[in-house]
């Protein structure tokens, strides 16, 4: 087959800024998580002159710090969110069928320990009567499945729910002996989730819009007369004068708004999501192919299966006050474990098994629900206007909402903008593939054999770069043909890590560890890994000898502060000794 899609030229951070630099595009969006890039996407492809500017790196907020789930949602039938579960239905829908390289389905087994418990939760949380967490028996779970089942009919959704036996679901998973039935559905698992927002941001290249997005772009001031951003890679001020700014910064969306003369009462409120990857055998083949979603002892809602070659478990949910402050701490490493052991209790699991943490937070409208579960997981938009003097331009803040149902938000405050200026929608992207998905065949296996056999890359290198790109792994393999490994860094080779750094924005080490690869996720992230990616990055951006160490330094210690990793493990004791050695 022919490649539907080719390698976007890569433009220069300088070219970028330039092109940035005093203009006046119709629309500014501010944020380049998932739900920015949609807005991006959807005015970009409509036409719209827009451009785009995040402070830190693309999806390195809450859009990487997902369960990596793309599902309907069925706890939150229990605060009456219907019309949220019909969305994110038909949205995970059109992700199997859009981005099917990056999302598959999954099937899920949900544990229960009673038949009718938990029937009143929803109707009474609906009400406001009820608000702690509950446990959830057959029935209420069988209603929920049920409405699953009857929206997603017809809409080429996945098979329909059943329930195992008790003995049953203990013969497929050594759970509690307090398991009476197992309920098992299907949803979807995002491989990873910031290529999505990668492949986006790739789809305006090839449209050859007006359009243009840049990380590490701060934006400083919101006047009347301009916005003036400040790039944090070198320092140089750019400005420009939008029609619109959309404030797409997720849990930043108050601190964006302070910019603003007056700034607006504040309309988000964080909970934190914390996730462990686990390297543990046993139950990695426990696992297989099915996620398990169960309660745990507090009754809140957890989940575990494999990706990567490790196993993830999480989540927690906790209301925090600053996103910029925000990690896995111990108390919820041992609650994620205890809820393990509580689910599986034959199962030996400790703090050795955990290769790497994560934590983001959910950007949830202010609401005086009592917990954090009941906290409306919807979307939608609010203009902050301008004060008589026009003391900045017009504001359309994105609030709230859940991953899965991105495309819906951007679609959502694209029409917003769109009826603001006047302008009438010329393209719809609900059945529009995403970026590698555009052309994706219906016998993988057998494309992937014939782009070996054209290419002298072996069938699992090329079957890698169809799971991580989708069909652009064709023009890329063929790029790559004669690669050359990299030490330190088992399934990437050179090319592949240059071409990453040359096309995809990557300024530090974190961008390429965390975002671009999934090195980190997989438990692959240490000393040796650490080096050849700093050797890559710094021959990129022309680091000398000190500006490498000390990127390499600051990373390390990132990631022992961060993400839970042993300081030996990745080279941090021993850069310390190498530096005292020097002195």
């Known amino acids: 087959m022919s490649d539907p899609i080719s390698i976007i030229s890569p433009m220069s951070r300088a070219e970028r800024l330039d092109r940035m630099d005093g203009v006046a595009p119709t629309v500014l969006v501010i944020g380049g998580g998932i739900n920015g890039a949609s807005v991006y996407r959807e005015l970009a492809l409509n036409g719209v002159p827009v451009m785009l500017a995040e402070k830190g790196d693309f999806c390195a907020g809450a859009s990487s710090a997902l369960s990596r789930m793309v599902h309907g ?7 009456g969110e219907f019309d949220l579960v019909r969305e994110a239905l038909d949205e995970r829908n059109r992700l ?3 981005a099917p390289h990056l999302v598959r389905p999954l099937r899920t087994v949900v544990p229960i320990d009673s038949w009718v418990s938990g029937s009143l939760n929803a109707p009474l949380k609906f009400l406001g009567l009820s608000r702690a967490p509950s446990r959830r028996g057959a029935l209420p779970v069988k209603l929920g499945l049920s409405f699953y089942d009857v929206y997603t009919r017809g809409k080429g959704g996945m098979p329909k729910h059943a329930f195992l036996s008790g003995r049953a679901a203990r013969a497929r998973f050594p759970f509690r002996p307090e398991v009476r039935c197992a309920a098992t559905y299907y949803d979807g698992q995002i491989s990873h989730p910031e290529r999505i927002v990668t492949e986006l941001f790739e789809d305006v290249a090839r ?8 990380n590490y772009l701060e934006v400083s001031e919101i006047g009347a007369a301009e916005v003036t951003l400040r790039d944090r890679i070198d320092g140089r001020e750019i400005t420009m004068r939008p029609e619109i700014v959309v404030n797409a910064t997720g849990a930043w969306i108050d601190m964006t708004n302070w910019r603003l003369a007056p700034a607006p009462q504040p309309m988000v409120q964080g909970t934190k999501g914390a996730h462990l990857m686990l390297d543990h055998p046993e139950l990695r083949e426990m696992l297989g192919d099915d996620m398990v979603y169960y309660e745990n002892t507090d009754g809140r809602i957890c989940i575990m299966f494999n990706l990567h070659g490790m196993v993830l478990v999480g989540s927690t949910d906790i209301k925090v006050p600053d996103p910029d402050r925000v990690r ?3 108390d919820e490493r041992d609650y994620i474990l205890d809820g393990l052991r509580w689910v599986f209790p034959g199962l030996d699991v400790s703090l050795d098994h955990i290769r790497h943490v994560f934590a983001g937070v959910r950007p949830l409208p202010v609401s005086s629900a009592g ?3 009941q906290i409306p997981r919807g979307h939608f938009n609010a203009w902050v206007e301008p004060e008589a003097d026009k003391a900045h331009p017009p504001v359309l803040c994105m609030i709230g909402g859940k991953w899965t149902t991105f495309r819906a938000f951007g679609e959502l405050a694209a029409d917003d903008v769109l009826k603001r200026l006047g302008r009438a929608r010329q393209g719809d992207t609900r059945a529009l593939p995403i970026g590698g998905g555009l052309g994706f065949p219906r016998d993988p296996e057998a494309w992937v054999g014939q782009i070996a056999e054209e290419t002298g890359l072996t069938r699992k290198r090329v079957s890698d770069l169809v799971t991580r790109y989708g069909t652009l ?9 004669g690669e050359r490994s990299l030490a330190g860094l088992p399934g990437y080779s050179v090319e592949e890590i240059d071409y990453l750094i040359a096309v995809e924005q990557v300024e530090t080490l974190a961008d390429l560890a965390l975002r671009r690869t999934t090195v980190a996720l997989g438990g692959a992230l240490d ?6 990616m700093a050797d890559r990055l710094a021959i990129a951006r ?3 000898p000190d500006a490498r160490a000390r990127a390499l330094r600051a990373f390390r210690e990132k990631l022992v502060a961060d993400h839970g990793a042993e300081p030996v493990r990745v080279g941090l004791e021993e850069s310390c000794k190498g530096e005292v050695a020097a002195q």
């Open 542 to 544: 022309g680091w000398g």
């Open 73 to 79: 949602g069925l706890r939150y039938l229990e605060n």
């Open 473 to 481: 792994a064709a023009p890329l393999a063929r790029r790559f043909a």
């Open 207 to 214: 449209a050859g819009a007006e359009a243009v997005a840049l």
């Open 371 to 373: 917990t954090t579960g």
């Open 96 to 98: 199997l069928a859009n």
């Open 527 to 532: 000393g040796a890994a650490l080096e050849a």
């Open 328 to 330: 896995c701490e111990e």
